[in-house]
């Protein structure tokens, strides 16, 4: 199950790690409130004063309808009086409706799992694993890349698995107009099969590959040089005594 973080704001605590359970509904990660809070405080006393000004409207809504059975005001008077009566209703329709869009955007602060899977962010890559075995472990290049191929193949499955069961109504598909989307279907699951393929067999060994190509730079950049001392010819007019 992806997990993506970005663009929702400050992160500020990372509560899954790599590979690991969850269930539904168990928190993953918190971004920071403050923001939508501040936008739900805001909307929460544009109706409060919303609503004082209804009741205002309300109030000189019944004393002009009194004025106006006496035919002491206008009918314009009245009418207006009426309005804002509706007006301010609406508004506090309106704002009620924000209250609940930033209470809906507050909540999105904390991450929650929608299904029960394996969390994994987007990078899969079994690389990644082995480059930082390899650099915060002190693993050799054959052992990070054997961690990883470990650590990392329930994640890649599990991906590789659900795209590919997404695409079999498209590959199978049967019907008007199947035969216009079968070969993008057969060429998603195809896509997918030759991918998984890569990853778990060609990866480890073009890992290796540059691994060696990299140690073999580092000794032709790291030779020493060999310098010879340079032999001085003696001074002419002194002698050996």
């Given at each position: 199950?992806p997990?993506?973080?970005?663009?929702?704001?400050?992160v500020?605590?990372v509560?899954?790690?790599?590979?690991?359970?969850?269930?539904?509904g168990?928190l993953?990660?918190?971004?920071d409130?403050?923001?939508?809070?501040?936008?739900?405080?805001?909307?929460?006393?544009?109706?409060?004063?919303?609503e004082?000004q209804?009741a205002?409207?309300k109030?000189?809504?019944?004393?002009?309808t009194?004025?106006?059975?006496?035919?002491?005001?206008?009918?314009?008077?009245?009418?207006?009086?009426?309005y804002?009566?509706?007006?301010?209703?609406?508004a506090?329709?309106?704002?009620?409706?924000?209250?609940?869009?930033a209470r809906?955007?507050?909540?999105?602060?904390?991450?929650?799992?929608?299904?029960?899977?394996?969390?994994?962010k987007?990078?899969i890559?079994?690389?990644?694993f082995?480059?930082?075995?390899?650099?915060?472990?002190?693993?050799?290049?054959?052992?990070s890349?054997y961690?990883?191929c470990?650590?990392?193949?329930?994640?890649?499955?599990?991906?590789?698995?659900?795209a590919?069961?997404?695409?079999?109504?498209?590959?199978?598909?049967?019907?008007?107009?199947?035969?216009?989307?079968?070969?993008?279907g057969i060429?998603?699951?195809?896509?997918?099969?030759?991918?998984?393929i890569?990853?778990?067999?060609?990866?480890?060994?073009?890992?290796?590959?540059?691994?060696?190509?990299?140690?073999?730079?580092?000794?032709?950049?790291?030779r020493?040089?060999d310098?010879?001392?340079?032999?001085w010819p003696p001074?002419?007019g002194?002698?050996?005594?």
């Amino acid at each position: 199950m992806p997990i993506y973080l970005d663009g929702l704001g400050t992160v500020q605590q990372v509560l899954f790690s790599e590979g690991q359970d969850v269930k539904t509904g168990d928190l993953l990660a918190i971004v920071d409130p403050r923001p939508y809070q501040a936008a739900l405080d805001q909307a929460i006393a544009k109706k409060s004063q919303d609503e004082a000004q209804l009741a205002n409207a309300k109030v000189t809504l019944a004393r002009n309808t009194d004025l106006m059975n006496k035919k002491v005001i206008a009918q314009s008077d009245f009418d207006t009086s009426k309005y804002s009566v509706d007006q301010f209703q609406s508004a506090v329709q309106a704002d009620q409706a924000a209250i609940e869009s930033a209470r809906t955007n507050l909540d999105y602060t904390q991450i929650k799992s929608p299904i029960v899977g394996i969390v994994k962010k987007n990078a899969i890559m079994m690389v990644d694993f082995a480059l930082d075995a390899e650099r915060n472990e002190g693993l050799s290049p054959e052992e990070s890349i054997y961690q990883a191929c470990l650590v990392r193949f329930r994640p890649i499955m599990m991906t590789t698995l659900a795209a590919m069961f997404g695409a079999l109504p498209l590959a199978i598909g049967m019907g008007i107009g199947s035969e216009l989307r079968r070969p993008l279907g057969i060429a998603i699951v195809g896509g997918l099969i030759v991918s998984q393929i890569l990853t778990l067999y060609a990866t480890p060994v073009i890992y290796l590959a540059l691994d060696q190509l990299r140690q073999r730079k580092n000794k032709r950049t790291s030779r020493a040089i060999d310098l010879h001392p340079i032999a001085w010819p003696p001074l002419s007019g002194s002698a050996a005594r």
